[in-house]
């Protein structure tokens, strides 16, 4: 397979509000997803000055804040940072909105890969997949309508490529899990987001994840992913680059990583005011 049907694996976004922290606070979404950066839709967080995040332009999930024809992708911002960007293309991986026998689906074209209307493959949901035959220099998967060709690690320590959902927010994932996997292909700036398992729900006090997962609060509930080494008060786009027993919150100053506490109960901050966290039920963060 091509470089640019390369995932980016191991990886669980997660990023949380901390209700209370501006003037500007609203509730977390309903969406149900643990795999998106920033605010847990995908939308803008407030800062303190009441305005919103730069780095989150639009909303993933819910696909507000763009013009016609564009759609909202998270995306590569340079320097390690990723962000939402709304994206004018053909068309849209999710909404399928290509002519009769069509998929919209992304395509190799040379260095680049963008979205295009091409014809539609016949890999049902978790079939194998491969490339199909090179049509006038554009690559492209076999799948069908909606889903991508995506590698995966096999018991036996191979890779096999599977046929996959794309999705901007759970809801649209159904049985197939959640909307946590996030693809990076080369020639684009797009990260776009694809169906996965549904993660494993922990304790983020007691741990108890499988190393090398750590426990951490996300808009489903506390869920185990991927540790980070960030120390409190560093800057984060996800709570898992934050070291494990804490998470990244927007505090109104941005977002940055803070200790877990209880609300009511032990673990108490040492410093700050321990503020709950939408969509995790005693669980908070200790916020300066």
Known sequence: MRAWLAMLTG?????????GCSDDNKPGPNNGD????GDPDGGGGPTGDGGTNPDFACNVARQEGCGTGQSCHFADLGGGKTGSRCF????????????QGQRCTYVGVGATTERRCVEAGTGAEGARCTLAAADGGVEYDT?????FCKDERQEDGGTGFFCRRLCHATTQCGDAGE???VLRLAGTSELPLLCGPRSQGCDPFAQGC?????????SSGPVCAGSGTHGTGEACDFSNQCAPGSACVNTGRGLNCRP???????????????????????VGACIP
């Open 260 to 282: 877990l506490c209880r609300p009511s109960g032990s673990p108490a901050c040492t410093a700050g005011t321990c503020r709950p966290l939408n969509d995790n039920p005693g």
């Open 34 to 37: 643990s795999g998106v950066p």
């Open 179 to 181: 909307c946590n996997t």
């Open 88 to 99: 004018a293309a053909a068309c849209d991986v999710v909404q399928q909105n290509c002519a």
């Open 11 to 19: 990886t669980l976004f997660l990023a949380l509000w901390a209700p």
């Open 143 to 147: 799948c069908a309508a909606g889903l």
């Open 210 to 218: 499988t190393a090398p997962l750590s426990c951490y609060p996300s």
